[in-house]
């Protein structure tokens, strides 16, 4: 299957059994199967949402959105009463907490619970198609602005790190910094991507390399401990990544190891671009200091394929998100356009128009 006509989250309306369904392409089993788990209850939605067989900030929004409709069959189902209803939707609001989409999905279907389940619906799938949309523009925009920035009046192909995935996978299809890549690609401006493998689950070397692979783009995985170095040596020309949550003064939270690429590009005096959506700009949050980063189970980090690799003794530290200040992210790309966050364009910064729709 063509990568591009991924769909990660779907609804299936009711099937032979008469249950309706969240339908998610499993991630956990990518790249050597290509399956869909089928989710009929909040308990089976919350459970894939926390086992990441649906990531990406996004993505979760979307199956925030239609879990919305998912507890309300399984609320006509059990009988559940309002009060019931509600705290359900409230445990699938809160399977993450890092990144802003699934709060900002939930909370924009929830409220149409008393017009009924095509209301709800309506909005989900408005979400999604939204998504679609965002993301295509945003590939427009990060690639205009780049080819411009990085190779002005030349017609070079550029080398780009990108670090997790955040293609079609991550998103309602294409991808916000992988659909960047994707458009220099179609354009014939891209040379290679080093796609970080992205500890502790592998995101960029399970899914980014192959959603890549599906196209035959070119490009290498690496250790996430040879970024900086890639970076140092001149090979790479921008860095472009994705975000859970950016902050109102730029600080933008995303998978872990992602400053240190940040850090690594401000030392090469490279661009280091992050692609989102709007949906994911939170200007409630003042700084990346009131993120909650989600801290995930120490086995990630002390075993390898349920295989103990620490000592017995040995404690895990598991962040599954960091930090980079808005001072390090030299551009913003939004289905809106630009913002030059380093020289102080971030809305809530510099007074520039809300980047929300
Ligand atoms: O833990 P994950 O895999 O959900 O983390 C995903 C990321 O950090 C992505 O970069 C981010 O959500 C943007 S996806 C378009």
Redo the contacts with the bound molecule.
């Keep these: 299957m063509n990568s591009q006509e991924l769909r990660a989250v779907t609804w299936t309306a009711a099937a032979e059994d008469g249950v309706p369904s969240v339908s998610l392409i499993d991630?956990t089993v990518l790249p050597h199967t290509l399956e869909r788990l089928d989710v009929t209850t909040v308990d089976g939605l919350v459970d894939a949402i926390v086992r990441?067989v649906v990531?990406?900030?996004?993505?979760?929004g979307a199956a925030g959105g239609y879990g919305v409709a998912l507890a309300m069959a399984q609320a006509a189902r059990e009988g559940w009463d309002r009060a019931r209803l509600d705290a359900e939707v409230d445990r699938i609001r809160a399977a993450?907490p890092t990144?802003v989409?699934l709060m900002v999905c939930v909370d924009r279907v929830r409220p149409l619970v008393d017009k009924g389940m095509a209301a709800v619906l309506a909005e989900a799938d408005a979400i999604v198609q939204e998504d679609l949309a965002a993301n295509h523009a945003m590939g427009a925009h990060g690639a205009d602005w780049l080819l411009d920035r990085v190779a002005p009046g030349s017609d070079r192909p550029l080398r780009i790190l990108t670090?997790?995935?955040?293609?079609a996978l991550?998103?309602a299809g294409w991808?916000?910094?992988?659909g960047v890549i994707r458009e220099l690609h179609a354009r014939g401006r891209l040379e290679t991507v080093y796609a970080d493998e992205?500890r502790p689950?592998l995101?960029g070397a399970r899914l980014t390399a192959w959603e890549l692979a599906q196209e035959g783009i070119p490009h290498y995985v690496q250790a996430d401990g040879a970024a900086a170095g890639t970076i140092l040596r001149g090979e790479v020309d921008a860095a472009i990544?994705?975000?859970?949550r950016v902050a109102a003064n730029g600080d933008t939270a995303?998978?872990v190891g992602?400053v240190a690429v940040a850090l690594a590009c401000a030392h090469a005096g490279i661009p280091f671009i992050v692609?989102?959506p709007t949906t994911?700009v939170d200007l409630a949050t003042a700084s990346g200091d009131d993120i909650h980063i989600?801290l995930r189970s120490e086995d990630e980090v002390l075993e390898w394929a349920g295989v103990r690799t620490a000592p017995a003794a040995s404690r895990g530290h598991n962040p599954?998100?960091d930090v980079t200040p808005g001072s390090l992210v030299t551009a913003l790309v939004t289905e809106r356009g630009v913002l030059e966050v380093a020289a102080g364009e971030l809305p809530g910064v510099s007074g520039t128009a809300d980047p929300r729709p």
Excluded: M, S, Y
């Design positions: 991630q990441l990531r990406g900030a996004p993505a979760i993450r990144a989409n670090h997790c995935n955040t293609g991550a998103t991808g916000t910094a992988l992205t689950l995101q990544v994705g975000a859970d995303n998978k992602t692609a989102a994911t989600e599954a998100f």
